[in-house]
C-alpha cells in the first residue's frame, strides 16, 4: 500500500519501513476512535438516554483516535504506544469500575496492556504500560475494600456466562497481539538480514580489502579481496596480521600506524609491499580509521593496490628529472652560444662605427654613411636579441635581475622603423613611426 508522505511525521518521510509502522498505527487508532464515537451516537439514539457510565466508555473509545493524532503531530512512536496503553488502561478500568471492580468480568484485560505496549519495540513504553495497569488494578482493590463501588451495570446477565465471553475474547486478543508481534520481529529479522546482505556483498565484490582490526591489529574480518591483493585466504587472514603478511621490513611501520589510529584523532595511512606469487612486487596502501567506543574499540582498514599510481609516479619523476637535465643543457648550450655570437657582433658593430664616421677618410657616397648606419643599429639590435637569449637562460635558472629604468620610447620606435625599413622598401611597403615624442617615459628592462 502506497503511504502518501502527509500521512506521517516529517522525520520518517523517505524512511519506507518506518513510515509503514506508523501509517499502520495512525490508522488504528483513528479508525478506534471514530467507531467508539459513532457507536455512543448510535448508542443514544437506539436506547434513547445514556448514562455515565456509558458516556465514560464511549468518550474512552473516541480518545483512542489521540494517540494516533499525537504520533502524526510528533512522530514519537514510543511515546504514542505509551499513551496509547494509558487511555486502553483507564477504559480496562473504567468497565471494571461498573462492573464489579477486581470481580468484574473485565479484570483480565488489565494484563493484556503491556502486551499491546510491547509491538513498540520500546522497554520503557511497556515498563510504563505494566506500571498502569498496576495502578488502575490498585485503585480498583481499594475501592472493592472501600466498598466505594458504584452500583454494577450487569443486571439480568449471567456472571459465569459473563466472565467467559471476557476471558474467551482477551485470549483472543492476545493471540492477535502476538501475531503482530511476530510478525513486526520477523520484518525486522528479515530487514536485519536484507541490510546484512546488502552490506555483504558490497563487501564481497569490492576491489578494496576491507578488515576490521583489534586494538593489537589482530584482523577480525576480512573481505575475499584478500586472496587478490595479499595472496590470501580470508579465512587464513583472520587471526593474523597485516605485518605478518607485509615481512619485517614493514612491520615497524605497519605498527605505527596502528598506533598512530589510535592515538591521533583515530586515522593513519600506510604503504607496504607484497611480492606476488609471480615474483613481481605489488605495493599496497592502507588506510586505518579507529571506531566504536572507549570499552569497544576496533580499527577499520581499508587495503588498495597502488602499483600502477607508484609506478606512474615514478614514470613522472623520470620524465621531470630528463625534462630539468635538457633544461639544464640547453641553458648552458644558449650562453656558450650568446658569449659566442657577441664577440663577432661587437666586432661589426665596431666596424660599422669606423665606416660611419670615416676614420679612414672620405667614404665619397652618403649613402654609404647611411648603410653603416644600419649595419651598426643591426648588430647593435641583434646584440640584445643575443643578451635577451642569455638571460631567458638566466630566468629559467632563476638567477636573473631585472634592471629597471626609465625609458623614452620614441628611440626605440624609431630604431624599429630603422630596422625594417629595407625590407619594407623591398616590399614596397611605408613604414610610418606614430609614437610621440611627448609620451610618459615607461618603466622597462634595461
Known amino acids: ?30 479508525t478506534g476512535g471514530a467507531m467508539g464515537l459513532a457507536g455512543g451516537i448510535l448508542f443514544a439514539l437506539v436506547t434513547g438516554s445514556i448514562d455515565l457510565f456509558a458516556v465514560g466508555a464511549f468518550a474512552l473509545l473516541g480518545a483512542t483516535a489521540l494517540p494516533g493524532l499525537y504520533l502524526r503531530a510528533t512522530g514519537q512512536l514510543a511515546a504514542s504506544y505509551a499513551l496509547s496503553s494509558t487511555f486502553f488502561a483507564i477504559l480496562v478500568g473504567w468497565l471494571c469500575l461498573w462492573t464489579g471492580g477486581v470481580d468484574s468480568p473485565a479484570i483480565f484485560w488489565l494484563a493484556i496492556v503491556p502486551m499491546e505496549a510491547a509491538l513498540s519495540a520500546n ?62 520481529y520477523q520484518r525486522a529479522e528479515d530487514a536485519a538480514d536484507n541490510e546484512e546482505a546488502r552490506y555483504r556483498m558490497v563487501a564481497d565484490n569490492a576491489s578494496d580489502l576491507i578488515t576490521r582490526h583489534s586494538i593489537d591489529g589482530t584482523v577480525l574480518f576480512a573481505t575475499p579481496a584478500s586472496r ?6 580470508p579465512d587464513k587472514l583472520i587471526g593474523s596480521r597485516l605485518s605478518d603478511v607485509a615481512g619485517s621490513t614493514y612491520a615497524e611501520a605497519i605498527t605505527d600506524a596502528f598506533t598512530n589510529a589510535l592515538r591521533q584523532g583515530g586515522e593513519a595511512t600506510v604503504e607496504f ?17 579507529a571506531t566504536g567506543t572507549a ?20 614514470v613522472m619523476e623520470e620524465a621531470r628529472d630528463m625534462a630539468e637535465s635538457a633544461s639544464r643543457t640547453k ?31 672620405p667614404i665619397g657616397n652618403g649613402r654609404y654613411s647611411d648603410y653603416a648606419d644600419m649595419i651598426g643599429d643591426s648588430g647593435k639590435t641583434l646584440l640584445r636579441i643575443v643578451t635577451d637569449v642569455l638571460r631567458m637562460s638566466e630566468i629559467e635558472a632563476g638567477n636573473v635581475e631585472m634592471d629597471v629604468e626609465e625609458t623614452r620610447l620614441l628611440p626605440i620606435a ?4 630603422r630596422t625594417l625599413e629595407p625590407q619594407a622598401r623591398h616590399g614596397r611597403v611605408v613604414v610610418i613611426n606614430h609614437v610621440s615624442d611627448d609620451l610618459p617615459l615607461a618603466l622597462a628592462d634595461a
Open 228 to 233: 587478490r591483493l595479499l595472496n590470501v585466504s
Open 273 to 289: 609491499a607484497v611480492s606476488n606469487v609471480d615474483g613481481t612486487t605489488r605495493y599496497l596502501e592502507t588506510r586505518l580509521r
Open 295 to 314: 570499552v569497544d574499540i576496533s580499527l577499520i582498514a581499508v587495503t588498495r593496490d597502488i602499483t600502477d599510481r607508484r609506478e606512474a609516479h615514478m
Open 331 to 361: 641553458s648552458a648550450f644558449l650562453r656558450s652560444m650568446s658569449h659566442e655570437l657577441r664577440t663577432p657582433l661587437n666586432s661589426i658593430i665596431g666596424f660599422a662605427q669606423v665606416i660611419r664616421d670615416q676614420s679612414f677618410g
Open 414 to 417: 624609431e630604431g624599429a622603423v
Open 123 to 184: 522497554r520503557r513504553s511497556a515498563i510504563t504500560a505494566a506500571a498502569i495497569s498496576s495502578i488502575v488494578f490498585s485503585c480498583l482493590v481499594w475501592m472493592s475494600l472501600a466498598s466505594s463501588l458504584p452500583p454494577a451495570h450487569l443486571p439480568g446477565i449471567d456472571p459465569f456466562l459473563t466472565r467467559m465471553v471476557s476471558i474467551v475474547a482477551a485470549i483472543v486478543y492476545a493471540c492477535a497481539l502476538a501475531m503482530r508481534t511476530q510478525e513486526a
Open 1 to 30: 500500500m502506497q503511504i502518501a508522505d502527509w500521512q506521517v511525521h516529517l522525520s520518517v518521510r523517505g524512511r519506507p519501513r518506518q513510515m509503514r509502522r506508523h501509517a499502520s498505527f495512525i490508522r488504528q487508532h483513528l
